[in-house]
T-cell receptor, first 117, second 115 residues
Framework: AQTVTQSQPEMSVQEAETVTLSCTYD???????LFWYKQPPSRQMILVIR??????QNATENRFSVNFQKAAKSFSLKISDSQLGDAAMYFC??????????????FGKGTLLTVNP | NAGVTQTPKFRVLKTGQSMTLLCAQDMNHEYMYWYRQDPGMGLRLIHY???????AKGEVPDGYNVSRLKKQNFLLGLESAAPSQTSVYFC??????????????FGQGTRLTVV
């Protein structure tokens, strides 16, 4: 079974600085997808960024980027120019490639990010 | 476009009571899921459905039942609530695609307390 590990239960960053959240995963598959979700205090789960394992190029979305190291099974999230609104719980998630039951997401336990003004 | 809507948003149950959580999506998605979120545990999959009339067990199915009689609805039932089922419950949906790494769209969550 696939597992997703987020080794940092909590992180903090100063406003306008950069922070990196770590995620490692275990899988025997060669094709899969990885996601970072943000959960602010409102509880809503919001997709931040997505990475397809077959793509060597790291995904970026504005201030958010990932460092995807397939051989090391590592998928870290970098937040640049941190803003107060970035404060949230961040979840790393894995999904197998293909349809049917492969669409299930496996989540890490989350990293609580605090942004200090 | 409402997306994924969960009903109710909050509920308090007594041990042994039953209830049904309703999830409705208006995006014509094939796949629907129920997760529970507990502190320090992330989100864990309870049950899921890959199409109307089909359901399957996830990681933590015990004590729950589900039904998908209509494509847009996915119901989660607790027949006899236990304090261990105190949690935040999330419904999610996604569409099927041969090429897409389609993400899941989540509802707002239901906070359930069993006393």
């Amino acid at each position: 079974a696939q597992t997703v590990t987020q080794s940092q239960p909590e992180m903090s960053v100063q406003e306008a600085e950069t922070v990196t959240l770590s995620c490692t995963y275990d899988t025997s598959e060669s094709d899969y997808y990885l996601f970072w979700y943000k959960q602010p205090p409102s509880r809503q789960m919001i997709l931040v960024i997505r990475q397809e394992a077959y793509k060597q190029q790291n995904a970026t979305e504005n201030r958010f980027s990932v460092n995807f190291q397939k051989a090391a099974k590592s998928f870290s999230l970098k937040i640049s120019d941190s803003q107060l609104g970035d404060a949230a719980m961040y979840f790393c998630a894995y999904r197998r490639y293909g349809g049917g039951s492969n669409y299930k997401l496996t989540f890490g336990k989350g990293t609580l990010l605090t942004v200090n003004p | 476009n409402a997306g994924v809507t969960q009903t109710p948003k909050f509920r308090v149950l007594k041990t042994g009571q039953s209830m049904t959580l309703l999830c409705a999506q208006d995006m014509n998605h094939e796949y629907m899921y129920w997760y529970r979120q507990d502190p320090g545990m992330g989100l864990r999959l309870i049950h899921y459905s890959v199409g109307e009339g089909t359901t399957a067990k996830g990681e933590v199915p015990d004590g729950y039942n589900v039904s998908r009689l209509k494509k847009q609805n996915f119901l989660l039932g607790l027949e006899s609530a236990a304090p261990s089922q105190t949690s935040v419950y999330f419904c999610a949906s996604s569409y099927s695609s041969r090429v897409g790494g389609t993400e899941a769209f989540f509802g707002q969550g239901t906070r359930l307390t069993v006393v």
